[in-house]
């Protein structure tokens, strides 16, 4: 950024506060950043109230501005109806994906912000082109600018993981949505009695 040069106005949907560490470290220094929390895909409610209130503080901690729009999980479930055994990464997704984009997109209109992105692509587990891409489509919908990211390059994750430790994070062990936190518990049980069964191999 040329010094004596107004920064451009970013909206940045955030899912959650240790991916948007990495997000306001990289994009502030050249945008002017509004971070917007919509995520009624986080199951549970008390789940969603705690990344939240993460967001809220480490906003506060840094210096980026907040808003939030409502917790609408109803709207969110009639959305993704039918696939509750959608594979991460899957259609489901998706869907997820759009929803809140679109409202990010929505958001940024009101507020008079021609430029949104997402700090969803930090995570190891989702595709930053399928994102780019749904983010494009969406902004040109609402007739702004989408900024393509790929936030976990250059050890982005590795990034946030020091960063959430700095400003001491919760830090999730599921994407946010109850399909997630299902299969993510049935990983960690299966995890657990093959151990187990090592345990006792071992023994014998």
Not at 142 to 153: F, Q, R, V
Request: net charge positive.
């Amino acid at each position: 950024m040329s010094e004596g040069l107004s920064k451009r106005r970013l909206l940045l949907h955030v899912c959650c506060a240790p991916d948007a560490t990495v997000g306001f470290e990289r994009l502030g220094p050249e945008y002017d950043l509004t971070a917007f929390f919509y995520n009624p895909n986080i199951h549970p409610k008390a789940e969603y109230e705690l990344r939240k209130s993460e967001l809220e503080r480490l906003c506060q901690e840094m210096g980026v501005p907040y808003v939030s729009a409502p917790y609408d999980p109803e709207r969110w479930f009639a959305l993704t109806r039918g696939l509750e055994w959608e594979p991460e990464k899957g259609r489901r997704c998706d869907i997820c994906f759009r929803m809140r984009l679109e409202a990010t997109a929505q958001k940024a209109v009101e507020l008079g912000i021609d430029l949104i992105a997402a700090v969803l692509t930090v995570s190891p587990h989702k595709l930053a082109e399928r994102i780019n891409a749904i983010g494009a489509e969406v902004a040109g919908k609402y007739g702004i600018e989408y900024l393509p990211t790929n936030l976990k390059k250059k050890d982005g994750f590795k990034r946030s993981v020091e960063l959430s430790k700095q400003f001491k994070l919760y830090r999730q062990d599921y994407c946010g949505c109850i399909y997630s936190k299902r299969d993510r518990e049935r990983q960690k049980l299966l995890k657990a009695l093959r151990e187990q069964r090592q345990t006792v191999s071992v023994a014998r």
